[in-house]
């Protein structure tokens, strides 16, 4: 177990417990995973509904997956590009707005795009029955109605929807195609001569 931890660097914390029983002392070597800075990546689309107070239920198999970090909570605001919402585990959003710290603060178009990016941000939690509240005007700026799409991007969540991430997902299987080559393969389009 000792190659175990050294090759977990600090995701793994140790502890000992000693044990005397009869003539014998036993020491135990446990390991926590520190899941605080564990990095997490969700998988699976979810549909669901949200309620008019903006509830939404999380489904189980999502929960399972926030488990480990539920009790750090949540931010959430409105995407930058995409018509949806984007939750953020709170260790995540703290290393997002680490990144966005090294921004020279003395330039106007670093200042512009970080009060633009951040714009409607809020901290949230998911209760102990598996909701995430979500406050209405948050909730309008991603245009949610009652039926939600939750979908993973990596290490934070998309909250859609339906109707808007049907859409924003359909394509031909031509422009899939293409999509995947440029993304993938670093192709560029036809005709593209830089």
């Known amino acids: 177990m000792q190659k175990g931890a050294q090759k977990w660097g600090n995701l793994l914390t140790k502890w000992f417990i000693v044990v005397k029983c009869g003539n014998n002392i036993y020491i135990f070597e446990l390991y926590k995973l520190n899941t605080s800075i564990l990095d997490i990546f969700f998988f699976g689309t979810f549909n669901c509904k949200a309620d008019a107070k903006g509830r939404i239920m ?44 090294e921004k020279s603060r003395f330039d106007e178009e ?24 979500i406050p209405k005007d948050i909730i309008s700026l991603g245009g949610i109605t009652k039926e939600v799409v939750i979908a993973p991007i990596g290490k ?39």
């Open 110 to 133: 670093n200042l512009q795009f970080i009060r633009m990016y951040t714009a409607g941000l809020r901290q949230v939690e998911v209760d102990a029955t598996g909701r995430l509240l």
């Open 156 to 194: 934070r969540l998309e909250i859609w929807d339906k109707k808007a991430y049907d859409e924003s997902i359909s394509a031909t299987k031509e422009e899939k195609v293409k999509l995947a080559k440029r993304v993938m393969l670093g192709e560029k389009p036809s005709g593209d001569v830089s």
């Open 58 to 101: 999380l489904p189980v198999a999502l929960r399972n997956q926030v488990a480990p970090i539920l009790k750090d909570g949540f931010f959430i605001k409105k995407s930058y590009l995409s018509e949806c919402l984007e939750l953020y585990p709170a260790y995540e959003w703290h290393r997002v707005m680490a990144e966005l710290n």
